[in-house]
């Protein structure tokens, strides 16, 4: 019996609703920004919205609840929903939330772990580190 190479991560059912999602958006060639649970990953209403703060009013500028993704051409595989997933929950459980949506600031993820851990050290501290 010999060991896979590489073993299969595990990735939430919440990120297979938002890969899911955002593929079936890129498939349909739509463009534009859509609402998900940070809870279960599911989406606000299915609907792609022209810009962030569109999505961010039509959840009720809901800043505990929500996570804001722009679809992108390739879709979103899963590694990437997990990940994304994973670092809305982490801001949000520093203590980040989004401020006005009239505010057009996006918390992109940085690529670097390093980088992912100091931007939520930032956030966390209000900006003081």
Known sequence: MTQPLIADKPYSDAARRIAD???LHAIAKS???V???LSDGSPLDHAVYERRIDAVKAAGWDRDRFIY???QPDGMPLKEA????DFARTLHDAGFRI???EFEFD???PLLPAD???TIRHLASGGRR
């Open 21 to 23: 999602e955002m593929t």
């Open 31 to 33: 463009e534009g920004w």
């Open 35 to 37: 609402a998900f649970r």
């Open 69 to 71: 993704l722009e679809v």
């Open 82 to 85: 997990q990940a994304v997933l």
């Open 99 to 101: 401020p006005s949506p």
């Open 107 to 109: 918390p992109t993820m």
């Open 116 to 118: 992912r851990r100091r």
